[in-house]
């Protein structure tokens, strides 16, 4: 979990890539300056809920579809994101 980090820039790639094989859930909170979702997070096999709140470049990057990020989080099962249009999680199998 990323919380209350309003200095952070990034998440870190070697950290993610280093979690690939164990990493279920991953929350994004109160990060304002992190501006797009790395690309070895295509990589994470076991990660199944992602959140995106108060984030809001990368929530916006990150929408339903029409994000930038999207092809990048696609794959992950249940997706919440305060940047989507509805209050529902994206949830697909």
């Known amino acids: ?11 870190p790639e ?6 690939a094989e164990s990493l ?9 300056n992190i501006e797009e979702m790395p690309e070895c997070i295509g ?7 992602l959140e995106i709140t108060g984030c809001p470049s990368l929530s916006k990057r990150c929408r339903r579809e029409t994000g930038e990020d999207w092809p990048k989080i696609k794959h ?10 509805s209050d529902e999680e994206t949830s697909h199998a």
């Open 1 to 11: 979990m990323f919380e209350e980090l309003p200095a952070t820039l990034a998440l």
């Open 14 to 19: 070697q950290l993610l890539q280093g979690s």
């Open 24 to 32: 279920q859930t991953f929350i994004i909170r109160g990060c304002p």
């Open 43 to 49: 990589n994470l096999n076991k990660l199944q809920n």
């Open 76 to 85: 992950i099962p249940k997706i919440k994101n305060d940047g989507d249009d």
